[in-house]
């Protein structure tokens, strides 16, 4: 595009004000106050992130607001590199996921990928139900494709609170799976690399985390059949 018209584009007429700017300008405000808490903590603290990206950690999360992945562990920016969809969903044809995995673990070499999803997901709960929500019904497949192969214990459960967090649970371990049969994270244990997979849940309800037991370290912790030659 010539450089006339996109000066034309990004210059408002004369007279013209961005008004609805304004209309967010509290989060502006926000933003100045939050960064000058963390400067008055950790002085230099900005100009240090600005220079490097260095996380030990790759959180992959839903994107539900009320799950921020860097708060509720306790870390600044600059500590966790952040993947988020909804349902926390690692899918091998999903390029955008993969893309992050590899670029954690070739790159910033993160030791840790975290698989971090939380009781009462709205994901789980659409995957769990016959309504039709749109074009995320093909997305929670996934989700369902769980389900169907753990229906008869889910189902024996009495609630439905209990039917959800228990799929919430599975899923999370599901999606661990996913993440160590991928080809990114069994070349880095071929490399040598350190790298634990952990699966993790959250509790809203109360802000806290819990370890659902699942942490994988080494490619001979594999089912045979997903592990690819060194």
């Not at 967010?24 to 240090?48: M, T, V, Y």
């Not at 799929?167 to 244990?189: G, M, P, R, Y």
Request: proline share 3%; hydrophobic share 40%; aromatic share 6%.
């Amino acid at each position: 595009m010539p450089r006339s018209r996109i000066s034309l584009i990004l210059t408002p007429k004369p007279g013209a004000q961005f008004t609805n700017m304004k209309l967010l300008q509290h989060l502006f405000d926000n933003n100045k106050l939050w960064a000058q808490s963390i400067e008055s903590s950790h002085p230099g603290f900005f100009r240090k992130l600005s220079e490097q990206q260095t996380p030990e950690y790759l959180w992959i999360g839903c994107s539900d607001s009320r799950v921020p992945a860097n708060e509720i562990v306790g870390l600044l920016p600059g500590d966790v590199f952040v993947h988020r969809n909804v349902g926390n969903v690692v899918v091998h044809s999903d390029l955008n996921c993969l893309s992050v995995l590899q670029y954690a673990i070739e790159i910033l070499k993160v030791k840790h990928v975290i698989v971090c999803g939380h009781y009462g997901c709205g994901g789980i709960k659409a995957a769990m139900s016959n309504e039709k929500h749109g074009l995320i019904d093909n997305w929670l497949r996934n989700i369902k494709d769980i389900y169907k192969l753990n229906e008869k214990k889910i189902n024996a459960l009495e609630s439905e609170k209990q039917k959800v967090d228990r799929l919430c649970e599975l899923n999370v371990i599901q999606q661990v799976k996913s993440v160590i049969h991928t080809t990114i994270v069994q070349d880095a244990w071929d490399r040598g690399q350190p790298l634990a997979v952990h699966g993790w849940i959250y509790s809203i309800a109360d802000g806290l985390l819990r370890d659902l037991g699942v942490c994988v370290t080494a490619k001979d912790q594999i089912d045979q059949i997903y592990r690819t030659d060194s």
